[in-house]
């Protein structure tokens, strides 16, 4: 059964504290790791896709990459607005389905 | 529209009580998705349409939870004899034939009291 594990849970930080989270997943063969933020109240925002080990992208503060094991999104000075449950999803061989992570919220503390 | 459509945004359903909720899928998407997403959880895959076609109906809980899609657009997913454990949001995505990007509507959020 294909699993998707975020950590930590929840991460406070403070305004221009730089950090990561963590994504690991166990899957049968994956297609791509998406990378969602979800504000309250509405509906999961897509960040990024990442298909292969070693492929990185970037927005604004925010960086993803991908191992054959695990996915980092690595948030760079962030800032208040930055605040948000970050969810990660897999996407594997075989079918059209994400299969999410419980998620990591994130407090930027001005 | 601009971006996936849901409606209702709220729905308060008492226990027994069947409900219809709408998608609207960014115009020209042909997949379109269904998840449920219990509080502190991620989503959680609930079934499936390329056009009409409904492809996969693997995630719905049970014979209660009926989804159509007839004329390849606009989707709605119903629950029949709703209980307490069907509060939920729902959310519908959808995404372009060459594109495995799935954007999200704001959700249902479904009360059974």
């Known amino acids: 059964e294909d699993q998707v594990t975020q950590s930590p849970e929840a991460l406070r930080l403070q305004e221009g504290e730089s950090s990561s989270l963590n994504c690991s997943y166990t899957?049968?063969?994956?297609?791509?790791l998406f990378w969602y933020r979800q504000d309250p109240g509405k509906g999961p925002e897509f960040l990024f896709t990442?298909?292969?080990a070693g492929e990185e992208k970037e927005k604004e503060r925010l960086k993803a990459t991908l191992t054959k094991k695990e996915s980092f999104l690595h948030i760079t000075a962030p800032k208040p607005e930055d605040s948000a449950t970050y969810l990660c999803?897999?996407?594997?061989?075989?079918?059209?389905?994400?299969?999410f992570g419980t998620g990591t919220r994130l407090t930027i503390i001005p | 529209g601009a971006g996936v459509s849901q409606s209702p945004r709220y729905k308060v359903a008492k226990r027994g009580q069947d409900v219809a909720l709408r998608c609207d899928p960014i115009?020209?998407?042909?997949?379109l998705f269904w998840y449920q997403q219990a509080l502190g959880q991620g989503p959680e895959f609930l079934t499936y349409?390329?056009?009409?076609?409904?492809?996969?109906k693997s995630g719905l809980p049970s014979d209660r939870f009926f989804a159509e899609r007839p004329e390849g657009s606009v989707s709605t997913l119903k629950i029949q004899r709703t209980q307490q454990e069907d509060s939920a949001v729902y959310l519908c995505?959808?995404?372009?034939?060459?594109?495995?990007?799935?954007?999200f509507g704001q959700g249902t959020r479904l009360t059974v009291v």
């Open positions: 995505a959808s995404s372009r034939r060459d594109s495995r990007e799935a954007f």
């Open positions: 899957v049968s063969g994956l297609r791509g």
């Open positions: 990442l298909y292969s």
């Open positions: 999803a897999v996407l594997v061989f075989g079918n059209e389905k994400l299969t």
């Open positions: 115009s020209g998407h042909v997949s």
């Open positions: 349409f390329q056009n009409e076609a409904q492809l996969d």
